[in-house]
């Protein structure tokens, strides 16, 4: 039985004897994490010729686990650079395996070797207010200029602000929105998505009514724009402020008739696709406010009492949008809300030194929004109206 730091050693002496040893191991050993520290010191040695053999054996073998398959694959990617028959093997195991976790490390790989410059950020400088379809108003804006979207969309034909005619019709509106969305966000920022499952008022006493469960869809729409599953956060309300659907059950305690209280909305968390990690994006803001102060939710878990609003059939909590932006941006951030509503997220955005940006389709929700201290930048009045006005909306282009 070999250890991981014995075949680390091992990995040193260049010999075939070594190689043969490392061989061995490979085949014999039951431990995953030795076994991978053995493909990973094969990968390291001089032999070009047998590593290629060693690969062509073993990087098409569903005997081996995908564990040892990616490390393979990364042994593939470093010799590719100078030997073509490695660089020919990468191609081929993409198109074998067909796995995410390869093409992951194949863009990154390709990233890290053209060491591309950063592109510029725009920065936006004024809060704006983009009144009309969020699909048509997203497009006044340049790309890559949004640091942290935080939104709740129309819960599909919940209220009567929102009407679609069918489900379908719906998941496919979320997506023109959720791909303009993509465009606008910095590389590797978030995404958040507030929503929970509803049911439609059925036609009659004879019909069925339909439960839908947004956030799996959402899920699918989300991953085919461009962004990727990091988190669900619940939010927790308490149970005497939501529906009550277990009173029937309560009375009868028939099995099947029973409903539990919806007490939680899923934060759906996404990260825009990109082929560099977190920390790139973390690295451009070395000085942060730590808010040591402050309490940290430690689990994904938040417990926050739902609000009512006499304008507004469905807003956000402060306390959500303060959580949000305190986890998910920095100070000085652009951050967005493509379903506005009152504009709540904007209001505790400004509190907070973000820079908020607001689409709303509703004139009457627009203009609450636009009534708000310190004022926002309509961004089709500019066009409409305001053209010949000098003001910077955003810098660095
Ligand atoms: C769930 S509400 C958001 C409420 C908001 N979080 C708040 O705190 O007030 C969704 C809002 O999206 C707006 N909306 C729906 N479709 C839209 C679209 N395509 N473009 C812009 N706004 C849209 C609706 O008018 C509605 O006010």
Known sequence: MYSVEKVKALAKIRTPESFDTLLEIFRSDENIDVRREAVSSIGRHNDSSRIYDFLREEAFSRRNPMELIYQMFRTCLYRSGDDSRFAEMRQEMLAYWQNEIL???NDYYNYRQKREKHKPIPKITTPLLLIGDNCETLKTLPENCIQLIFTSPPYYNAREYSDYGSYAEYLAKMGDTFRE???????GRFIIVNVSPVITRRPGREF?????????DLHRVLTESGYYFVDEILWVKPEPSVPDRVSGYRQTRKPLSYKPNCITESLMVYRK????LLDRNMKEHDEYDR???EAIDTTNCWYIAPKYDKNHPAVFPEELCRKVLRY???EGDAVMDPFAGSGTFGRVARKMGRVPVLCEMNEEYANIIESESGGYYDVRGRSREKSSQQITLWEGL
């Open 328 to 330: 998910y941006s920095f």
């Open 208 to 216: 069925e009514s339909i439960r839908y469960p947004i956030h799996y």
């Open 273 to 276: 696709n990109c082929s560099f």
């Open 103 to 105: 093409y992951k490390m």
């Open 291 to 293: 808010h040591d102060d």
């Open 181 to 187: 969305c993509h465009r606008v966000l910095e590389d």
